[in-house]
Nanobody, 123 residues
């Protein structure tokens, strides 16, 4: 079965940058639209960004638009999220998954959720 593994999180000060990676084993991601999601304890999982299978179409939550960039390298079977100008409100566990259709749904995904990677942004 497919296993999604997120990595790249860490602790940064406000204004800093991180690059998250989403790698998969057991299945190629090259034909899937992929998305990044995040969740803070006590809050619902929210959509962050998505990218089409060909790496051309992208979509971003308004809260991260202009600061985050999603991109992919299908040859490496990896999807990335470049996060710049991080803010404390970006603090969350970040997950990747393949949405069942183009959109911002946080539940209509086709793969099992991975462990996520923690992003903490200090003031």
């Amino acid at each position: 079965q497919v296993q999604l593994v997120e990595s790249g999180g860490g602790l940064v000060q406000a204004g800093g940058s991180l690059r998250l990676s989403c790698a998969a084993s057991g299945r190629t991601l090259s034909t899937y639209t992929m998305g990044w999601y995040r969740q803070t304890p006590g809050k619902e999982r929210e959509f962050v960004a998505a990218i089409g299978w060909n790496g051309v179409s992208t979509d971003y939550a308004n809260s991260v638009k202009g600061r985050f960039t999603i991109f992919r390298d299908n040859a490496k079977n990896t999807v990335y999220l470049q996060m710049n100008n991080l803010k404390p409100e970006d603090t969350a566990i970040y997950y990747c998954n393949a949405p069942s259709s183009w959109g911002r749904s946080t539940v209509l995904v086709t793969m099992s959720w991975g462990q996520g990677t923690q992003v903490t942004v200090s003031s």
